[in-house]
């Protein structure tokens, strides 16, 4: 049986890359950027977080391919003497797990209020969008700089450095309901006025049954494309605070800090920390984007009709 699973995934993945070549390298790419995140702490030559384990005479060695390198760092060393793929590996983690967690929350806002708006209209309709609205004429990143900036006034460095990537979850999910709440609400505005939903209230359901139990599953396939392109917006967002320094520490490397911490040693030719974790983090996001509008193109059969006329790739 697990055999047969596996040759037919394996026709259907070829047959899906004979279709859509950029979708499934961004798939291959993806998977495989996620799955050496996942098994870190296995494959990892050093722990990052092991500040006992750095050796300052390691400090800004180059990768294991340029001259005066040492074999032991296979994509080299930053100021530190950190093993360098080891300090990516784990900061990829936290990217993905930073990126994953905070659209689970935009998710669990934005959803629920999108769907009651589009359902309810009235003064509900007008509140939710007119909150939505005020939402998004704030930058993301100024909202997440202004809140952090208070989080640290607030609790201190020291307690935002150990609960950074909790708080980052936090101000970066609720800086973004507002796009699942305005993607539900169009898609339950077209739902809520056909006949499966005038039956249901015809039997007497009520309107939180109607709305999750018939609704939500026929508005998911939207949904579902925006969670994907809101993770790639999350990442960089967290990518973007860490080098401003108001994201992870030092201490917690993300691709961010990362990216950050060897900003100042490229004009000392030490460009690989800095060089390195940007090709990782461009290479991820560039693999989420292309999986979101290959999404969007499969649940969007007018769309992918008219693509099939015209020629596409991926």
Do not use: C
Not at 292 to 310: H, N, Q
Request: charged residues 15%.
């Amino acid at each position: 049986m697990s055999a047969e699973i596996v040759q037919t995934g394996s026709r259907a993945f070829l047959a899906f890359a004979r279709e859509r070549p950029g979708a499934a390298l961004a798939a291959i790419v993806l998977g495989a950027i996620a799955l050496a995140a996942a098994l870190a702490p296995l494959i990892a030559p050093q722990n990052p977080f092991d500040l006992a384990s750095f050796d300052v005479l390691d400090a800004g060695l180059p990768p294991s391919w340029l001259e005066g390198s040492d074999a032991r760092f296979l994509l080299g060393t930053d100021a530190q003497g950190r093993d360098l793929l080891s300090a990516l590996l784990y900061g990829t983690r936290i990217s993905l797990v930073v990126g994953v967690l905070a659209v689970a929350i935009q998710t669990a806002i934005g959803v629920p209020l999108g769907l009651l708006a589009g359902y309810a209209g009235g003064r509900v309709d007008t509140l939710v969008t007119r909150a939505a609205d005020i939402q998004l004429s704030l930058s993301t990143l100024m909202i997440a700089i202004i809140a952090l900036a208070l989080l640290r006034a607030g609790l201190g460095g020291e307690s935002l450095t150990r609960f950074a990537v909790p708080l980052l979850v936090l101000v970066i999910g609720l800086a973004e309901w507002p796009y699942f709440a305005r993607t539900a609400r169009a898609a339950t505005q077209v739902e809520a006025v056909k006949d499966y939903v005038r039956a249901g209230r015809a039997l007497g359901a009520s309107g939180p049954a109607i709305m999750w139990r018939h609704i939500l599953p026929n508005i998911s396939s939207p949904l579902i494309v925006v969670a994907t392109t809101q993770v790639a917006g999350a990442i960089m967002a967290e990518a973007a605070l860490s080098f401003l320094g108001l994201g992870m520490p030092v201490t917690k490397p993300s691709l961010g800090t990362l990216i950050r911490s060897g900003y100042d040693l490229m004009f000392a030719g030490v460009w690989w920390v800095t060089v390195i974790p940007g090709l990782v983090l461009i290479g991820l996001l560039v693999s989420v984007n292309v999986l979101g509008d290959a999404l969007r193109d499969a649940l969007d059969p007018r769309r992918t009709a008219v693509e099939s006329d015209e020629g596409h790739w991926p």
